[in-house]
């Protein structure tokens, strides 16, 4: 009798250690799995949060019947005269552009600016990063007026297309 108890102990111990090693397992597979949807969770926030400026700054331009003034592969102007003044005050948020810069490592960052303020809205966008100006016929924009959509990169890997056709 007392050598099957000390059987069914070593049983019940063995059984033990592998439900604790799976149960530790099971945590750190959860850890990594937390720390990596929380990633996921804040890229995606970062890219909406910059698409969200500008889908903002493209609709105030169209609301208050503004233009494209300048469309490069480096910078998109908007100007619209917000307050209703019959002026547009070059150093408010009546003249917002979006421009991408060369940074270091041969990477390019999205910056806004109204007025004399800027932001740098995503510095880790690829060197080959830029603004695309799309007349029309669906070539590029030779001229800021002639300029129909325009595509901004957002992230490393996509954009934000824009109907930037505000007075048609």
């Not at 604790?20 to 949807?37: D, E, K, M």
């Not at 979006?98 to 390019?108: I, L, Q």
């Not at 934000?160 to 056709?165: I, K, L, N, S, Y």
């Amino acid at each position: 009798m007392i050598a099957s108890s000390l059987l069914e102990s070593a049983a019940a111990l063995a059984i033990t250690t592998i439900v604790l090693a799976t149960l530790t397992a099971a945590l750190g597979a959860s850890g990594v799995t937390s720390h990596g949807a929380w990633e996921l969770a804040h890229r995606m926030a970062e890219e909406r949060h910059v698409e969200h400026l500008l889908d903002a700054a493209f609709a105030r331009t169209l609301a208050a019947g503004g233009a494209v003034v300048e469309c490069t592969d480096r910078t998109i102007a908007l100007e619209a005269d917000l307050d209703g003044n019959g002026t547009v005050d070059a150093n408010s948020s009546e003249l917002t552009a979006f421009t991408v810069v060369d940074r270091t490592g041969g990477r390019r960052a999205l910056t806004q600016h109204l007025g004399r303020q800027s932001m740098t809205l995503n510095d880790t966008l690829p060197g080959d990063a830029q603004i695309r100006c799309v007349d029309a016929y669906g070539a590029s924009a030779t001229s800021a007026p002639l300029t129909r959509v325009v595509e901004v990169p957002v992230t490393a890997t996509s954009t934000r297309m824009m109907v930037a056709d505000f007075g048609a």
